[in-house]
C-alpha cells in the first residue's frame, strides 16, 4: 500500500518559477512569489489534505488513479467516517483481494465489471465466506468505486458498469449457505446457565427478556442506565445505533426482573464504564477457583497476586462480539465435560437469543408487540425473527375439518 503523508510539501522555487515536489515530481505553480503561484500552491495543498493517498501531477494534468491508490484514500477516509465493523470488512476487501488482484499499476478505469467478477471468484476460492456475504463483499467493493466517483477519483461510467454485477443465487457453484438461524429452546439456555459466572449469566438472562442485539448488551454503559425513567421502569438509552435513521433513539425499557440483574454492577462505576465486564468476569471465576482450593496459598502465590493486581488488567473493559460468543463456547465445553451423553448441551450463540424473546413474545401477545421488541421499522423485518409459522400451522392442523366429510359421501 502506498505511504500516506501527514505534512504538506513545501512552496519551493526553481530559478523564476515556483514549483512543488510531490512523490519526486515538480509541480510548477508560476512566477515565484506572485499571487497566482499562491492560489495554485493552496490548491494543492488542499488536494493532498483531502485525498493524502493520490499522488499529483503537475497542475491541470489529469492523471489516471490505480485501483490501489483509490483503495488506500478510501481506507483513509473510512477509518474515521464509518463504523468499526464495516470499516474491517474493508480492509479485508482492500488487503486481501483488491491489493493481491490489482496492487499493480491498474488504473480504475480499467477495473472492468470482468474484473470485479474475478474478484469475486478469488473469493470464493478462498473458502473463507458463505454466499451471502460475497455478494456483500461485493457490493462493499463497488462502493468504494462510488466514493471514488463522489471524489473525483473514478469516471461515473466506471462505477454504474460495475453496478450492473449481479447477485450469486443460491447453489451457485464453489459457495455454501449457512442454515438459517434459529431460536435456541429456553431449556437448553438453562442448562448452559450453571456453568457460567454471574456476569455472563446475568448478560444472557437480559439479552434473552429484553431481546436486545449481542452487542447492545455487551456495550452497555453505566450512563446509558437512566432509572425511574418512568413508573417502575428504568431505560437503557442507546446513544448510536444500526435502526437510529428509521426509528430515531433507541429506548430499552428494563422492568423489575432485568434491574435486578443490573443493580449489582452498576455500583461504584464511573459513568463510561460497561456494566458487564469480562475483569469482573474473570475475577468472579478466579474466586470460585480460590474457593475450591484444597491446599493454603504459598507466600511466593500470595507475592504473585499482589504483582498483578498492581498491573494494568488484560482483560479488555468491555465483551466484544468474539469474546462473548466464546465465553458461552466455553460454558457449554465445560458443562459438556461433566454431563452425561444424554444431557449434553448443544451448541448455541447470543444472536440466537434475540430470535428466542421475537418468538415469544409473538406467541404470547402478538407480532406488532414482537416488532416493538425488537425495535424493528416493520413486520415484515420481524418474521426475519420469529419462528412461530410452524407451531400455527401445527394448531391448525390440529383443529382443522373436513368440509367434504358428509353422510352422504
Not at 515530481?25 to 499571487?35: A, D, M, Q, T
Request: glycine fraction near 4%.
Amino acid at each position: 500500500m502506498p505511504k500516506l503523508r501527514n505534512r504538506p510539501p513545501k512552496y519551493s522555487r526553481m530559478g523564476k518559477y515556483a514549483v512543488v515536489y510531490f512523490n519526486g515530481k515538480p509541480n510548477y505553480l508560476g512566477l515565484y512569489g506572485s499571487p497566482e503561484s499562491k492560489v495554485a500552491y493552496a490548491r494543492i495543498v488542499a488536494e493532498i489534505e483531502s485525498n493524502p493517498a493520490i499522488p499529483l501531477s503537475s497542475v491541470g494534468e489529469e492523471r489516471q488513479v490505480t485501483v490501489r491508490e483509490l483503495a488506500a484514500a478510501f481506507l483513509n477516509y473510512a477509518k474515521t467516517s464509518i463504523n468499526p465493523t464495516d470499516y474491517a470488512h474493508y480492509r479485508t476487501i482492500v488487503l486481501d483481494f483488491l491489493d493481491k488482484l490489482y496492487g499493480d499499476n491498474t488504473s480504475v478505469e480499467k477495473f472492468t465489471p470482468r474484473c470485479l467478477k474475478l474478484v469475486r471468484d478469488e473469493m470464493i476460492r478462498s473458502g473463507r465466506f458463505c454466499r451471502n456475504i460475497i455478494n456483500k463483499y461485493i457490493k462493499f467493493t463497488v462502493a468504494i468505486f462510488g466514493w471514488g466517483v463522489e471524489n473525483e477519483l473514478v469516471p461515473e461510467t466506471t462505477w454504474r458498469a460495475l453496478k450492473a454485477v449481479k447477485s450469486l443465487l443460491k447453489g451457485h457453484e464453489g459457495t455454501f449457505d449457512h442454515e438459517e438461524r434459529e431460536a435456541v429452546p429456553d431449556d437448553v439456555v438453562i442448562r448452559t446457565l450453571p456453568f457460567m459466572p454471574p456476569t455472563l449469566k446475568a448478560m444472557i438472562i437480559v439479552q434473552r427478556l429484553t431481546g436486545c442485539r449481542p452487542s447492545e448488551v455487551f456495550n452497555m454503559k453505566v450512563g446509558d442506565i437512566i432509572k425511574n425513567a418512568a413508573p417502575g421502569l428504568w431505560h437503557y438509552v442507546r446513544k448510536n445505533h444500526k435502526t437510529e435513521r428509521f426509528i430515531g433513539k433507541k429506548i430499552i425499557p428494563l422492568g423489575k426482573p432485568e434491574q435486578e440483574l443490573i443493580a449489582p454492577y452498576l455500583e461504584g462505576k464511573a459513568p463510561d464504564a460497561a456494566v458487564f465486564s469480562p475483569r469482573t468476569a474473570m475475577a468472579e471465576r478466579s474466586a470460585v477457583k480460590r474457593a475450591a482450593r484444597k491446599t493454603p496459598l504459598t507466600p511466593s502465590q500470595i507475592a504473585k497476586d499482589k504483582e498483578r493486581a498492581a498491573k494494568p488488567s488484560r482483560y479488555s473493559e468491555f465483551y466484544n462480539e468474539c469474546s462473548y460468543r466464546l465465553a458461552i463456547i466455553h460454558a457449554i465445553a465445560k458443562g459438556n465435560k461433566v454431563l452425561p451423553e444424554e444431557q449434553k448441551i448443544p451448541h448455541w450463540f447470543p444472536y440466537q437469543l434475540r430470535h428466542s424473546a421475537s418468538t415469544a413474545t409473538e406467541l404470547a401477545h402478538s407480532d406488532e408487540d414482537a416488532q416493538a421488541l425488537l425495535g424493528h421499522r416493520t413486520v415484515n423485518m420481524t418474521k426475519r425473527y420469529t419462528h412461530t409459522q410452524l407451531a400455527r400451522r401445527e394448531t391448525l392442523a390440529r383443529n382443522r375439518h373436513n368440509p367434504f366429510d358428509t353422510e352422504e359421501s
